[in-house]
T-cell receptor, first 113, second 114 residues
Framework: KQEVTQIPAALSVPEGENLVLNCSFT??????LQWFRQDPGKGLTSLLL?????REQTSGRLNASLDKSSGRSTLYIAASQPGDSATYLC????????????FGQGTTLQVKP | DAGITQSPRHKVTETGTPVTLRCHQT?????MYWYRQDPGHGLRLIHY???????DKGEVSDGYSVSRSKTEDFLLTLESATSSQTSVYFC?????????????FGEGSRLTVL
């Protein structure tokens, strides 16, 4: 059974710092991995989708990497800003061919001005 | 937002009453999902659909039913709401292939069962 873990559960950094969020999964036979952002009281916003054939994806100040063999993904945020404060979730597809995702518990990030 | 609309966005109801949440999409995607999000449990799949009249259970389907009579609408029904079903419910759609496509979420429906 696929399990997804995100460490740390919470992170507080000063503005301008570069930071890394971690995601690990137990079954490396995945098609892709998706990173989401969730603001309080809001839905999830897709940030990056990394296919299994890719090693990383970039969008602006965000860079996500994927290492299937070790069951790990990282989300790198460069030059963090207070507006980056949110909960970040990673998710991988479940074992069946249905497209449903298994989510980690998330990392809540606070960027202090 | 991939054209996803959830309604109602907020609802307060009493134990034992039926409740239906609606998810509407404008882009004709085949795969649709209902998740619930609770503190300490994260996001858990309730039901999903892979086409009109094609649905299946997720990991927390007890007490819930779904229907999909049209591609654009996926309904989640609580036949007799209980306090344990107080939660935030999210609808999601998957673009493209179920294995490689991207998942997009609606804004959520906050349900309180008194």
């Amino acid at each position: 059974k696929q399990e997804v873990t995100q460490i740390p559960a919470a992170l507080s950094v000063p503005e301008g710092e570069n930071l890394v969020l971690n995601c690990s999964f137990t079954d490396s036979a995945i098609y892709n991995l998706q990173w989401f952002r969730q603001d309080p009281g809001k839905g999830l916003t897709s940030l990056l989708l990394i296919q299994s054939s890719q090693r990383e994806q970039t969008s602006g100040r965000l860079n996500a990497s994927l290492d299937k063999s070790s069951g790990r993904s990282t989300l790198y945020i460069a030059a963090s800003q207070p507006g980056d404060s949110a909960t970040y979730l990673c998710a991988v597809p479940g074992s069946s061919n249905t497209g449903k995702l298994i989510f980690g518990q998330g990392t809540t990030l606070q960027v202090k001005p | 937002d991939a054209g996803i609309t959830q309604s109602p966005r907020h609802k307060v109801t009493e134990t034992g009453t039926p409740v239906t949440l609606r998810c509407h999409q404008t882009e004709n995607h085949r795969y649709m999902y209902w998740y619930r999000q609770d503190p300490g449990h994260g996001l858990r799949l309730i039901h999903y659909s892979y086409g009109v009249k094609d649905t299946d259970k997720g990991e927390v389907s007890d007490g819930y039913s779904v229907s999909r009579s049209k591609t654009e609408d996926f309904l989640l029904t609580l036949e007799s709401a209980t306090s344990s079903q107080t939660s935030v419910y999210f609808c999601a759609i998957r673009t493209g292939n179920p294995n490689t496509g991207e998942l997009f979420f609606g804004e959520g429906s906050r349900l309180t069962v008194l």
